[in-house]
């Protein structure tokens, strides 16, 4: 027979099992994150001694921006955002700090008044701009070279290449290289004698631009196999990384001048995150959903989940001795509670029912933030148990005042047997009146199903 076990409130649970973990396990991913993107990269910017800025406009297109990285490296300077006719006040404060300022675009992105705004409080205003987004960024190529004569150049694509110029912005402002936008079919200059690489696959960047301009091709069959390959060009044996958006590409423009010593990987729910293994350091630059988060730590901690969010642990079964076995269900339960022991879930009302997550979709419960410490494959003997510590964060699950109800059903064939439990308190006592709780069943049972002891 079965026995439910109410175990106390506000505490997560450290299991008696085994698990694989990498030995250089990271407790957490650092984020650098503000109330929208104009604080993002203001933040960033606070991280740099300057006396010089990049202004460009992200608000639509990022088509002037794409070039920016190298100047930023030349000069120095922090690459921050503003609107066509107005500078939010984040940039602002930022912007005050510079002696000079670079404004990337034409009227159409920055307008006049905003130039005449920052020239009447006594910053020089230097306007890089073009016909167009290829014409610009020979411009802003011309000034890096009159600043710092570029021995290395990047071709992207204008209209196809803002993914791989962003995964190269980075090296950009480490090796103070001009990105160049092109075509994707031929440049009008000559590339003879200076180090050039292509960036992009072949529906980006042509062979025959690749052939005429003696390039390197860096490219993947997408952004990310592409930022694959770059990290591994520029940064082969990194262990700290910056991650950004794969899809909102400004966070890793404004985060190049930060991060030129280190690569910046672009991810994706979903997207490969192989690069990120055993990383000593990674920090999230801008709007990383929990998600994304999640899956870039367990990477990093060699962790592997199913692949539905619901089916949250994976089955875990290792040698009690010769005849009987530990295992860990796949499915697990969470209950929440207020102080009045409301129930806070929409679809089980019923305090006394567990609710099986597995099987579950329309709640909103997400309980797969898993770290684990442990030795792989242990084999247990009595008096001796390997500990998993079981810690997740609130993700939504939680509101201010809940608690976590856990339950677990525990069989065991002998009482000499029995598992060691052990607990700890997860939470920050002094800022949170909320604890976090993870609940597993975990079961004691002979090789034939036959139930022996009830564990209590």
Not at 157 to 177: C, H, Q, W
Not at 289 to 313: G, Q
Request: net charge neutral.
């Amino acid at each position: 027979m079965k026995l439910k076990k109410l175990l106390s409130l506000g505490l997560v649970s450290m299991f008696v099992v085994g698990f694989p973990i990498s030995a250089n396990a990271l407790d957490k991913i650092d984020k650098i994150q503000g109330a929208d993107k104009y604080e993002t990269a203001g933040i960033i910017a606070d991280k740099q001694s300057y006396t010089t800025a990049i202004l460009i406009n992200a608000d639509s297109t990022m088509a002037d921006g794409l070039s920016a990285s190298g100047l930023a490296g030349a000069t120095n300077a922090p690459i921050l955002l503003t609107k066509k006719n107005n500078i939010p006040n984040a940039t602002l404060k930022r912007v005050e700090k510079a002696k000079k300022v670079y404004i990337i675009g034409g009227e159409s992105s920055i307008d006049k008044a905003t130039e005449t705004f920052l020239k009447d409080k006594g910053i020089e205003i230097r306007r890089l701009q073009g016909n167009d987004r290829i014409k610009t960024s020979y411009n802003v190529a011309k000034e890096i070279n009159s600043i710092n004569k570029a021995n290395k150049v990047i071709l992207t694509n204008a209209f196809k290449g803002e993914p791989d110029a962003m995964s190269i912005a980075s090296v950009a402002v480490r090796d103070k290289a001009p990105i160049i936008l092109t075509d994707g079919k031929s440049v009008p200059f000559n590339t003879t004698g200076i180090e050039s690489y292509a960036i992009g696959g072949t529906s980006s960047m042509s062979d025959s631009l690749v052939n005429d301009t003696n390039s390197t091709r860096l490219g993947g069959v997408d952004r990310y196999d592409t930022n694959k390959k770059i990290v591994n060009k520029f940064y082969n044996g990194a262990k700290e990384f910056y991650i950004a958006s794969g899809t909102d590409l400004v966070y890793a423009l404004v985060g190049s001048p930060m991060a030129k010593n280190n690569p910046i990987v672009l991810v994706d729910i979903g997207s490969n995150k192989d690069i990120l293994k055993n990383a000593a350091k990674v920090t999230g630059i801008g709007n990383l959903s929990d998600k994304i988060m999640l899956e870039c730590e367990n990477t990093i901690n060699n962790i592997s989940l199913p692949s539905s969010n619901k089916n949250i642990i994976c089955g875990l079964k290792i040698d009690f001795d010769s005849n009987h076995i530990i295992w860990q269900d796949k499915g697990s339960y969470l209950e929440c509670y207020d102080d009045n022991l409301e129930y806070y879930t929409e679809k089980y009302k019923d305090p006394t029912v567990p609710i099986n997550i597995e099987n579950t979709s329309t709640q909103n419960l997400d309980v797969t933030k898993l770290k684990v410490y442990g030795e792989a494959n242990s084999t247990l003997y009595m008096g001796q148990y390997a500990k998993i510590k079981m810690d997740f964060n609130s993700f939504g699950v939680l509101k201010p005042g809940e608690k976590c109800t856990i339950y677990l059903d525990i069989i065991s064939l002998d009482p000499s047997r029995s598992m060691t439990l052990t607990f700890s308190y997860v939470g920050d006592k002094e800022n949170y009146k909320y604890e976090q709780g993870l609940a597993s069943r975990i079961l004691f049972y002979n090789p034939d199903g036959e139930d022996f002891f009830e564990y209590k």
